[in-house]
């Protein structure tokens, strides 16, 4: 990074004390959360859930739900505790403690979500704002752009730097007609030449001199190649938010499958699959409950680690990465793919592949595909 980077603008300023305060809020939230669990209160306030549909049909004890809480209030406080710390560092210009602020903003979002308070979506709003100017080029040690001031406020249309353009240069004075230096009286002997030629200002006269030229086609630069556009495209910003969206989802409700089957034993299954707890349990003796159990525990694990390095790739083909664009653009396309086969076999699956679809086709658009930082 160049040394001689602007000052910090207000925009990160803010941001990171928002990160800070947000996740310092959402501590002690969690902690509240977990004294609380075990209160009268709670309890019958789960009590009354569990006996209201649409939980009434989940088969769920309370103390399987209290113990559900009780994780998802140490995940957000784990989470909260790692991006307190991580938003001191932005404040020192670290472009990875933004790059793992954006990882660690998915999971605070949804725990935070659980425990009742709003602060992970904010913590996780001022993340974003890390990400867009004058933010982005201050983290990444390089000038701001001209629509900024030093201090990252935006700038006046009347400060806008404007081109200093030359004085106009007088015309040449022209010589005397004849007629009058002949109307000089005798011995007027006029003024003396000069020493040497003069040089007359102003650019030397050609074919055309004086008259507007018609405007020159603009022609493509060396190489045959149209200049790129630097506006971003609207159809990747929507491509992006897919895929952001979606890894969101898909990770929440595989970590919840995880955490429900970390404590539900296999009698409440059964008893909560009500008519098809004949059928469930036939798949489950084939299978086994310990195989049943670690298999989702390895697809969880694989969906959050595909979801992290989605959502990563998606962060820099929105910044202008070409072969991050690439590589997220082969990967929902084989999604696509298995989405295909997996609709003949499970109608319902539609759902999933039509926002798939919709980024793969978003990010072959010729405008996406020429569009680079």
């Known amino acids: 990074m160049s040394d001689a980077a602007p000052a910090r603008p207000r925009q990160v300023t803010v941001a990171a004390w928002l990160i800070i305060l947000g996740s310092v809020f959402v501590?002690?939230?969690?902690?509240?959360?977990?004294?609380?669990?075990?209160?009268?209160?709670?309890?019958?306030?789960?009590?009354?859930?569990?006996?209201?549909?649409?939980?009434?049909?989940?088969?769920?004890?309370?103390?399987?739900?209290?113990?559900?809480?009780?994780?998802?209030?140490?995940?957000?406080?784990?989470?909260?505790?790692?991006?307190?710390?991580?938003?001191?560092?932005?404040?020192?210009?670290?472009?990875?403690?933004?790059?793992?602020?954006?990882?660690?903003?998915?999971?605070?979002?949804?725990?935070?979500?659980?425990?009742?308070?709003?602060?992970?979506?904010?913590?996780?709003?001022a993340v974003v704002m890390l990400w867009l100017q004058p933010a982005r080029s201050w983290l990444a040690g390089e000038p701001l752009p001209e629509r900024f001031n030093a201090d990252g406020t935006l700038r006046k249309a009347e400060e806008a730097p404007r081109k200093q353009t030359p004085p106009p240069t007088a015309p040449p004075t022209p010589p005397a007609p004849r007629h009058e230096q002949?109307?000089?009286?005798?011995?007027?002997?006029?003024?003396?030449?000069p020493a040497y030629p003069q040089q007359q200002p102003g650019p030397a006269p050609y074919a055309g001199f004086g008259q507007a030229q018609p405007e020159r086609p603009q022609t493509a630069p060396v190489g045959g190649h149209a200049a790129r556009p630097q506006r971003r495209p609207a159809a990747l910003a929507w491509a992006c938010a897919l895929v952001w969206v979606g890894s969101g989802l898909a990770v929440a409700l595989m970590l919840l499958a995880s955490l429900v089957f970390s404590v539900v034993t296999e009698a409440e299954l059964l008893e909560a699959a009500g008519d098809q707890r004949?059928?469930?349990?036939?798949?489950?003796?084939?299978?086994?409950?310990?195989?049943?159990?670690?298999?989702?525990?390895?697809?969880?694990?694989?969906?959050?680690?595909?979801?992290?390095?989605?959502?990563?790739?998606?962060?820099?083909?929105?910044?202008?990465?070409?072969?991050?664009?690439?590589?997220?653009?082969?990967?929902?396309?084989?999604?696509?793919?298995?989405?295909?086969?997996?609709?003949?076999?499970?109608?319902?699956?539609?759902?999933?592949?039509?926002?798939?679809?919709?980024?793969?086709?978003?990010?072959?658009?010729?405008?996406?595909?020429?569009?680079?930082?």
């Open 278 to 373: 004949a059928e469930l349990a036939a798949q489950i003796e084939d299978l086994g409950w310990e195989s049943l159990v670690q298999g989702i525990y390895a697809a969880t694990a694989v969906l959050v680690l595909g979801g992290i390095v989605a959502s990563v790739l998606a962060v820099l083909a929105f910044r202008g990465v070409r072969w991050a664009r690439i590589a997220l653009t082969v990967s929902t396309g084989a999604l696509t793919g298995m989405l295909l086969a997996a609709v003949l076999a499970a109608p319902p699956m539609v759902l999933v592949l039509v926002p798939v679809a919709a980024t793969f086709v978003l990010l072959l658009l010729p405008g996406v595909r020429a569009w680079r930082r």
């Open 182 to 193: 002949e109307r000089q009286p005798v011995g007027h002997a006029g003024p003396p030449p």
């Open 27 to 125: 501590v002690f939230s969690a902690f509240g959360q977990v004294s609380a669990g075990s209160s009268l209160e709670t309890r019958e306030r789960i009590e009354t859930l569990l006996s209201e549909p649409p939980a009434e049909g989940l088969g769920l004890a309370v103390d399987t739900v209290l113990e559900i809480l009780r994780i998802v209030a140490m995940v957000a406080a784990a989470a909260a505790t790692a991006t307190a710390i991580l938003g001191t560092q932005v404040l020192q210009r670290s472009r990875s403690a933004r790059l793992w602020l954006s990882v660690l903003a998915v999971p605070l979002f949804l725990s935070a979500a659980f425990i009742g308070g709003f602060m992970g979506a904010l913590v996780a709003a």
